[in-house]
């Protein structure tokens, strides 16, 4: 087989403006399908109006208008809605929206999510345990084989000694830990989209080693993890926990990390999630090789039987061990799912009296790793059982039931997202609710509903209040620095392609103190530390491959794909924000310098942000900027757009704290003003023995400075009566009085 091998060439944004807010109009990074919707967030828009700009030439096909501000509590952002829906000609295009500028360029394709649903998939392919990535597949991010694992040590929390033979598998996150209930969620994930699409990803075209065997290549990928998975079960049907050493490695290769690997914690979770991916096996594979398919469903029968004999043991880390938990005490979610899959591939009586006796539990819901009922949900509805037809109908009622309320939340949500909030992972239960929307679609016919589920793709790559496209290596503003210990140590500084990040976490587990942005929405940082944020995990991925490629499948053309080998790569342009520095502190008054370094070669243009709103645009690196600002804590950001359109952002959280002590005492009998708020006009007053002849002026978040009155401040009353010029817009200000070439004094003032 020959494979094509891939440089990227990343798309310029061929239109240039004076004034810029690129990074406040947010769009999917990638594009569009011609007949999907097409949606923007516009961030504190500056006018009502947007147009589309056909590239290379600028030319505008298609003027609308903003829908009306809505407040998002989560970013604290005012958004406005720019709908070009209509636009369908395949071509690459940006967005203008008046009085800011134009956004970073997009494209309206026909096979716009293909190559990152394929690379979502081939992200498996990075994970293999005990394996070598070959340069033929692999490309820059070829590596050794790491953890053998055929010499696995029973932990003495088993109960019993020796070793086992447990290679293969897929490393479970950033981690090289093995993990059978997170392996649950994600096989069950992509056997789920087979199914339905089983046609897609058809042998040869995913370039893994295994592509020209007359396999599928995702069954392909899916059998190595399957493998693995057969190891994990007990002669007494049990299943073990995991495959993990005492410990997460530090940063390094796979095959640097000699630690003992431990097979331990046989449980009902995992017993169940095996016995429902086995049972899923045991009838996609019949064709492929029946000789595995009737092993894996003989498998899945042992572990149910163990688990109805061991209904409620739930895994918890021994001591000494701190590897990842995946702990779980509810188990009637598994029940339900193993005995779905069990009854669709055996038709079996037993599975069948169970389902029925827990009928009112088969509803509709985002699956997670930790609650997969929804999944039993979604096979009972499109695969044919012996279930009763009733039961069936109310099965698919409920799934159009609940991906319409998430359809509602979404058209209703000032960012376009549903209510699946920020936490530890959300980006996988963003992907899973894309999944339940395509099953909505898919039993009603109803387009809204795979529109809704589009939104949800677009958040993952730029619509969002982040800015960034959470997969490695698709889109403009990229994550550089995921929580992924080959991408860490591997010497190469893309990350290797296809993963995505958790996504925003609000808790910010690992380090509050990381983090720039207060929000929850902006709870996300794209730096190797923050496991809570930018990690990856097979779960996350196995939800955006079911979630991109089954909207691929449904509006993508059908020609033929092969997925390329990245030979080399164009990495974005470094920038530092030198001042202010993370975490600092300062007084009000005080004069904040803004500034940063970068290659000026590099440089198309830098935007600067004061809590998502845009201060300036400067396009070199040169002369710092700055700010004065009231009390309170904000987020100073630069975006640097470097001339190959890619994005680099640095932010800083800085705290403004009122002025104490003797300083406090000055500031309060110097210098006073009201009415405050004011508007057309406000009195200041002062203790003229302390001031002589000073400049009085006004001066905004951006350090723009607008003087109001130049003399000696001194008059029987020790006021002044000023007159606001009519150019000034309501927000808050600093009144600074100034002496020579120093700001002596200073009030916020807030005008209406």
């Not at 677009?458 to 210990?485: C, E």
């Amino acid at each position: 087989m020959k494979i094509k091998l891939l440089t990227i060439v990343a798309i310029s944004c061929f239109v240039a403006s004076l004034t810029s807010q690129t990074m406040n109009i947010r769009i999917n990074q990638l594009g569009y399908y011609p007949q999907s919707s097409k949606v923007a967030l516009v961030v504190w828009p500056m006018g009502n109006e947007f147009e589309v700009l056909q590239l290379p030439d600028s030319s505008v096909v298609y003027s609308g208008n903003l829908s009306a501000k809505k407040y998002y509590n989560d970013s604290k952002d005012s958004i406005s809605i720019a709908d070009f829906s209509s636009v369908s000609q395949p071509g690459q295009y940006c967005l203008r929206v008046k009085g800011m500028a134009v956004s970073l360029p997009f494209v309206i394709s026909d096979n716009v999510f293909r190559e990152v649903a394929y690379a979502s998939l081939r992200s498996f392919y990075f994970q293999r345990c005990s394996y070598a990535l070959d340069e033929k597949y692999a490309g820059i991010w070829k590596r050794k084989a790491g953890h053998p694992d055929t010499s696995c040590v029973y932990h003495a929390s088993t109960g019993r000694s020796g070793k086992v033979s447990s290679p293969k598998g897929w490393y479970d996150a950033g981690d090289y830990g093995k993990y059978v209930v997170n392996a649950g969620i994600s096989v069950g994930d992509m056997l789920q989209f087979y199914e339905l699409f089983n046609t897609y990803f058809p042998d040869s075209s995913a370039s893994i080693p295994e592509s020209g065997n007359g396999v599928n290549d995702l069954l392909d990928e899916v059998r190595f993890e399957l493998d693995w998975l057969a190891t994990m079960q007990d002669t007494d049907g049990g299943v073990y926990h995991k495959i993990t050493t005492a410990g997460f490695p530090g940063f390094i290769m796979p095959e640097d990390d000699k630690d003992i690997r431990y097979i331990l914690g046989k449980c009902t979770s995992a017993s169940l999630d095996f016995a429902a991916m086995m049972a899923m096996a045991g009838r996609i594979y019949k064709k492929a090789d029946s000789a595995f398919a009737a092993n894996c469903l003989a498998q899945a029968k042992k572990a149910w039987d163990w688990a109805v004999l061991h209904p409620s043991v739930a895994f918890t880390n021994p001591v000494g061990i701190s590897t990842g938990g995946y702990g779980d005490n509810n188990f009637s979610d598994e029940f339900l799912w193993a005995a779905a899959e069990l009854l669709i591939s055996t038709g079996d009586s037993v599975y069948y009296k169970y389902l029925v006796s827990k009928k009112s539990a088969l509803v509709a819901s985002v699956s997670g790793w930790g609650s997969v009922g929804g999944l039993a949900a979604q096979s009972l509805a499109v695969m044919p059982s012996i279930l009763d037809t009733a039961i069936v109908s109310k099965i698919k009622t409920s799934i159009i039931s609940v991906a319409n309320s998430h359809k509602s939340n979404i058209q209703g949500s000032a960012a376009r997202v549903s209510n699946t909030g920020y936490y530890w992972g959300c980006n996988g239960a963003v992907s899973q609710t894309g999944i339940l929307l395509i099953y909505g679609y898919l039993l009603s016919g109803d387009s809204s509903l795979l529109n809704a589920s589009i939104e949800l793709a677009d958040y993952q790559l730029g619509k969002n209040a982040t800015g960034y496209s959470f997969i490695s290596y698709y889109g403009k503003k990229l994550v550089m620095n995921q929580h992924h210990r080959p991408s860490i140590a591997d010497g190469v500084v893309m990350p290797e392609p296809g993963f995505i990040s958790g996504g925003p976490s609000a808790g910010k587990e690992d380090n509050k103190n990381m983090y720039a942005y207060t929000t929850n929405a902006q709870s996300f940082i794209d730096n190797t530390s923050s496991y809570a944020s930018n990690e990856v995990a097979i779960n996350w991925n196995a939800s955006l491959t079911a979630h991109l490629a089954a909207i691929d499948a449904i509006l993508g053309n059908k020609d033929a794909f092969v997925m390329p080998v990245v030979s080399s790569v164009v990495n974005p342009a470094n920038l530092t924000l030198t001042k202010p520095a993370h975490n600092a502190s300062f007084y009000v008054g005080d004069s904040i310098e803004v500034k940063v370094t970068a290659n000026a070669a590099e440089i198309q243009k830098i935007e600067f942000y004061l809590n998502n709103k845009y201060l300036k645009t400067v396009y070199d690196a040169a002369s710092p900027f700055k700010l004065v600002l009231p009390v309170g804590t904000y987020t100073v950001t630069a975006c640097l757009i470097d001339k190959n359109g890619l994005v680099t952002e640095k932010a800083a959280l800085i705290t403004v704290k009122p002025k104490t002590g003797v300083d406090a005492i000055k500031n309060e009998s110097r210098l006073k003003v009201f009415p405050n708020p004011g508007s057309k006009k406000i009195t200041v007053q002062y203790n003229a023995s302390l001031f002589g002849k000073v400049v009085l002026q006004l001066c905004d978040i951006s350090g723009k400075k607008t003087v109001l009155w130049t003399g000696q401040m001194k008059n029987e009353k020790n006021t002044l009566d000023i007159t606001i010029p009519a150019s000034l817009t309501a927000g808050v200000y600093m009144l600074e009085v100034v002496e020579g070439a120093k700001v002596i004094e200073s009030n916020k003032v807030v005008l209406q």
